[in-house]
């Protein structure tokens, strides 16, 4: 189940992510700020609960967020969108899940997994720029379940058929939200026309 989110500030950050001349302090902002865009559309739904504030004048009747909501950056690239998650959702709780791809098989290693313990009712969301072969995702997504969260979603700013075909398969319950669905993987399992590897254009280290 996957929503792409198509508003033009969406498509305008996009096009000059993906552009190879976009230096690191760039590419760090943009993912900042579809981060904004993709929380906004997931968080649509959670649930709320009423609240009497005081004002200044009288008592309104307002809502609050029902329960702590989790956030899981996937290491390392998912690290790039948690400052804008924690911006929106500054209460959240923070768990930290460790995976790389094998260079020569794709396949995901799991190496690192601290996650809290679900409040009832909570929602946790993934969050990793890179949909691909959804090696990564599906066990973040195991993990989370193994530690006993039912409500789950993601955040990725670029997926592709394949990797939303097997996230389907594996975890049909999660909701998955993307800036886009690109064409195909390549024989190395990157994403065409996708953006390249989206941790070292993070983090600078594209030796
Ligand atoms: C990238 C990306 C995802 C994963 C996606 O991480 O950030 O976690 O690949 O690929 P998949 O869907 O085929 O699993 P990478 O393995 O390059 O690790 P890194 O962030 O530590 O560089
Ligand atoms: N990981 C990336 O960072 N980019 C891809 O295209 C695929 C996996």
Redesign the pocket.
């Known amino acids: 189940m996957y929503t792409e989110v198509k508003h033009p500030l969406m498509l305008h950050k996009l096009s000059i992510l993906r552009n190879t001349g976009t230096e690191s302090s760039a590419f760090r902002e943009l993912v900042r700020g579809i981060t904004y865009m993709l929380a906004y559309e997931a968080l649509k739904d959670v649930d709320t609960i009423p609240v009497d504030v005081q004002t200044p004048l009288e008592t309104a009747h307002c809502r609050r967020i029902q329960s702590r909501l989790t956030v899981v950056p ?5 690290v790039g969108m948690l400052e804008a998650f924690l911006d929106l959702v500054p209460d959240a709780a923070v768990g930290f899940f460790g ?3 094998d260079h020569d098989t ?1 396949k ?1 290693v799991e190496y690192y997994s601290k996650i809290p313990k679900p409040e009832a009712g909570s929602t946790a969301v993934i969050i ?10 599906s066990a973040a997504v195991s993990a989370l379940k193994r530690s006993g969260y039912d409500k789950i979603k993601i955040l990725c700013i670029v997926s592709c058929p394949e ?1 939303l075909g097997r996230m389907e398969q594996d975890h049909p319950d999660v909701q998955i939200y993307t800036a886009a669905v690109d064409r195909a993987l390549n024989a190395h ?1 990157y994403i065409l026309p996708g953006l390249g ?4 254009r993070l983090f600078n280290t594209l030796d």
């Open positions: 996937i290491l390392r690239a998912g995976v790389y791809r794709a995901p990793d720029p890179m949909l691909a072969t959804a090696g990564s995702s990797g399992k590897d989206a941790g070292d």
